[in-house]
């Protein structure tokens, strides 16, 4: 089974950026949907963003738009989050999860089957 490690979480001052990295244990040719998610303490799992396996179509939780981008680096075979314009709010443990073989790729935690360890980011005001 596939597995997903994430990494580049850490501490920023509100305003800053940082880019998190999502790396499957292997390639594939499914179709496929990589999404991050975040949780915050005493909150739900919520998506952040999504793109398809071809790096097409992303999608973003209203919260994050036009300050997150998700991209697909097909040559490294990573998801990336460029976190932009950072806020205090954006403060959670953030997770990388894909579901195979679904099409438009869905905005729900319940339709992702594989997750990463999760990494930390914190914003500081």
């Known amino acids: 089974q596939v597995q997903l490690a994430e990494s580049g979480g850490g501490s920023m001052q509100a305003g800053g950026s940082l880019t998190l990295s999502c790396a499957p244990s292997e390639r594939t040719d499914r179709r496929a949907c990589m999404a991050w998610f975040r949780e915050a303490p005493g909150k739900r799992r919520e998506v952040v963003a999504t793109i398809y396996s071809g790096g097409g179509n992303p999608y973003y939780a209203d919260s994050v738009k036009a300050r997150f981008t998700i991209s697909r680096d097909n040559a490294e075979n990573t998801v990336n989050l460029q976190m932009n314009s950072l806020k205090p709010e954006d403060t959670a443990i953030y997770y990388c999860?894909?579901?195979?073989?679904?099409?438009?790729?869905?905005?729900?935690?319940?339709?992702?089957?594989?997750w990463g360890q999760g990494t930390q980011v914190t914003v500081s005001s």
């Open positions: 999860a894909v579901a195979f073989d679904v099409w438009p790729c869905p905005p729900h935690r319940v339709a992702y089957a594989i």
